[in-house]
């Protein structure tokens, strides 16, 4: 009888601990999933201070406390929207930052006291790489992107590729840039043309 007491306070007395630790494994994984989905998706935690929208981008418009007035939307070739209550908006061509400031005045005093508006990027509009690299297409722009990550996100160099003959046809002005650095910066629209090597 006297092992069983013992037995049993043991047990009432082990348990905190044991829900203790179940809860910091849990935490635990809960950080390492957060920590590995960054790794995965860095360009969601970039800053993107000098990053102009454009057409094509996926947006996400979070008002908080307000769900009826958030917003998940595509920049369209307008590259205006129709805010709820104040209106349209112009989206193309302006920072996420910019905007989240346009909407909070805007919504301020008539509509809401003290508005806090977020933008968050849904998905980035496309660059495009075509010539000798494995597998030319459109591919999602990403933050910082140079010609050399462009390169690998295509798959890389074929055999026949001409490394030192690398050009950038610019999405926003339609200029050719020629004998480009594999660190030059890629842009949104841009295509990274890859020549062949004739030797």
Not at 17 to 37: D, K
Not at 64 to 71: A, I, L, Q
Not at 92 to 110: K, Q, V
Not at 121 to 149: A, C, D, H, K, W
Request: aromatic share 10%.
């Amino acid at each position: 009888m006297r092992k069983w007491l013992v037995f049993l306070l043991t047990l009432v007395l082990s348990l905190p601990l044991m829900a203790e630790e179940a809860v910091q494994q849990v935490l635990g994984a809960a950080n390492e999933q957060q920590a590995s989905s960054q790794q995965a998706n860095p360009q969601v935690h970039e800053n993107l201070d000098d990053y102009f929208l454009g057409t094509g981008d996926r947006i996400e418009i979070i008002v908080y406390g307000e769900p009826d007035m958030s917003m998940k939307f595509k920049v369209s070739k307008s590259g205006v929207v129709n805010f709820p209550y104040i209106g349209e908006v112009v989206i193309a061509g302006r920072t996420p930052s910019a905007i989240e400031t346009e909407i909070e005045e805007r919504l301020r005093g008539d509509y809401l006291l003290n508005p806090m508006v977020t933008i968050n990027m849904e998905s980035f509009r496309l660059f495009y790489i075509f010539g000798e690299v494995t597998s030319p297409n459109g591919y999602e722009f990403q933050p910082r992107l140079t010609v050399e990550q462009a390169i690998a996100i295509a798959g890389g160099f074929t055999d026949r590729a001409d490394r030192d003959d690398i050009s950038i046809r610019s999405g926003a002005t339609n200029e050719v840039i020629e004998d480009v650095e594999l660190t030059h910066p890629v842009q949104p629209g841009d295509t990274v043309i890859v020549e062949q090597s004739f030797f």
